[in-house]
């Protein structure tokens, strides 16, 4: 009934809530699908559509502008991942029990020079493991820092050099600039 606790009334308001932008959801998915004939859901009522605005329709048309995590190009991994790749022996004979095979050697080699994970690969008798670890997300940011301001170090080096280089070519035009003028005297 109408006498309900303040959390009762918080647990209503918030179901509410959630019916609404399903109803709203599936309402625009109707909309914008063809095939003709009617709706299939209802409309929303006067007081769920103020509902609406007050909640704000980004909830149900999503904003363009934030980046779904999942979705490619988005940055967010996983801590760690591991990627398990197994090379197929060619062999008639299937054995029963098979014993895992000793580890033959394990070295960490880089996929480029320029920040990405590091790839441990880990070489095995019958098979092969290969284990990718990905580093964390603020290490990632701080060797991308690093190789952005030693670039940019790099960079004003070369605009410094190029400097030089082009008083140097002015000097010398200078210099043509007066024989030539000395000459036509």
Known sequence: GA???????????????????????????????????????????????????LIGWAHVVGCRDVEEPGLPGSEMEAPQEVIIE??????????????????????????????????????????????????????????AADLYASSTSEMATAVGDMAVAITKLAEGLSQVTIALSNINK
């Open 3 to 53: 006498r309900k606790e303040i959390k009762d009334w918080k647990s209503f308001f918030y179901q509410w809530k959630s019916k609404i932008k399903k109803r709203a959801r599936e309402q625009r998915q109707h909309i914008s699908q063809t095939g003709g004939g009617g709706y299939i859901c209802s409309e929303l009522s006067e007081t769920e559509n103020r509902l609406m605005g």
């Open 86 to 143: 197994q090379i197929v022996v060619e062999n008639p004979v299937l054995e029963i029990f098979e014993q895992e095979p000793l580890i033959e050697k394990a070295e960490i080699m880089p996929n480029s020079e320029t920040p990405s994970r590091p790839t441990i690969r880990v070489s095995k008798t019958a098979s092969r493991k290969k284990l990718v670890r990905t580093k964390r997300a603020q290490t990632q940011l701080q060797e």
